[in-house]
């Protein structure tokens, strides 16, 4: 049978301690009152530590520490603020590097973590950090995780602003026995998702795709007239110029 624990009487009575404890605004401190009123009541450690959903090591911990300095054993000591292992000048390296590929610091990935952010740390200053240490200097230096923005290679502005031009002169010219539709393709494609990144509070990071290749598709064209909202559709293995002037008759 486990020894029963008693409260050391010298420092407040029962009824003082009941008192402190309904009036006490700090959670964890009010807590802590109340595991040493419950200890007053003959209940054991092990029976305070299920009232209070706590580990029987920790309710035996605020006793030993109550019954040695009192209240002031309850509180918490304050600790000194921890020393920044890093510098400002090193901090900066670590934010140059983040604004590039991690491939241009050696290491041999595409998109920064926390983990490659340690690895950085350790190859460049010789310096470990943990990896909470990793995504608090993110933060610190105004990172957020982001979906890249993906953009095609081949785009060209000068063809694009060509015919939005041309497509306003049509609307305003057409007549009545004119129809124009919007159309659009839908595409399912093998190509891979692209994953969130890391980048700079405010941008959003590009990253250029081919989109010509081997990789397998569909393709589902569809055009809805807008005077009348009528639907039309084609399913077709390719989006090429053929099967467009197909799905356009």
């Known amino acids: 049978m486990r020894k029963k624990l008693e409260v050391n009487p010298k420092y407040a009575s029962y009824d003082m301690l009941k008192q402190l404890y309904q009036t006490e605004k700090d959670v964890r401190l009010k807590i802590r009152l109340l595991a040493i009123l419950h200890f007053f009541e003959g209940y054991t450690s092990l029976e305070v530590a299920k009232l209070l959903h706590q580990s029987d090591s920790t309710v035996r911990r605020y006793l030993h520490r109550y019954n040695k300095a009192g209240l002031a054993g309850l509180k918490d000591i304050p600790h000194p603020p921890k020393k920044n292992i890093l510098t ?37 200053f010789n310096k470990t950090i943990a ?15 982001t979906r890249p923005k993906k953009t095609d290679k081949r785009v060209n502005k000068e063809t694009l602003e060509n015919f939005r031009s041309e497509l306003n002169g049509l609307l305003e010219s057409k007549d009545e026995d004119t129809v124009i539709v919007y159309e659009d393709e839908a595409i399912i494609t093998s190509e891979p998702t692209i994953s969130s990144v890391w980048s700079k509070k405010g941008t959003q990071t590009v990253v250029k795709t081919n989109t010509s290749g081997s990789r397998k598709r569909n393709v589902i064209f569809g055009a809805v007239n807008p005077e009348t909202g009528e639907l039309s559709q084609q399913f077709s293995d390719k989006g090429n110029t053929e099967n467009f002037k197909s799905f356009l008759k």
């Open 131 to 145: 990896l909470g240490t990793a995504y608090n200097i993110l933060h610190r230096l105004n990172y957020s995780k």
């Open 88 to 124: 400002n000048d090193e901090l900066k390296e670590i934010d140059k590097a983040l604004s590039s590929s991690p491939r241009n610091t050696g290491l041999n990935f595409s998109n920064w973590t926390g983990q490659l952010i340690v690895l950085f740390v350790k190859n460049k």
